[in-house]
């Protein structure tokens, strides 16, 4: 049983930043997938981004060229990065891991999910 745990969101003003971080209970290096899903009350979960075991990453359309995957196998942790944040970005973020290969396409796909952390982005 892999446990994840988010940290780091906030209140940021609008054209801020922030850095998520989910810390995994034990080594990543067995894990495929890690992703971020995030969502907003009355709103469906959506895909934030997720990064492969190799590093190959996918972002949904809204964060695209403003938020960044990374994953450090070595600390057992992924981080977001998320920079000029929008008000529209405000939502609860929740950290998954998927123990197959590939880019799971759906979240239903992901075997384990943190306990969220909430972003709230105003001003």
């Known amino acids: 049983q892999v446990q994840l745990v988010e940290s780091g969101g906030g209140l940021v003003q609008p054209g801020g930043s922030l850095r998520l971080s989910c810390a995994a209970s034990?080594?990543?290096?067995?894990?495929?997938?890690m992703a971020w899903y995030r969502q907003a009350p009355g709103k469906q979960r959506e895909l934030v981004a997720a990064v492969t075991r190799g590093g190959h990453s996918n972002y949904g359309e809204p964060v695209k060229g403003r938020f960044t995957i990374s994953r450090d196998n070595a600390k057992n942790t992924v981080y977001l990065q998320m920079n000029s944040l929008k008000p529209e970005d405000t939502a609860a973020y929740y950290c998954a891991a998927d123990l197959g290969y590939g880019l799971p396409d759906t979240d239903t796909e992901y075997d384990y999910w943190g306990q969220g952390t909430q972003v709230t982005v105003s001003s």
């Open positions: 034990e080594s990543i290096f067995s894990i495929g997938a």
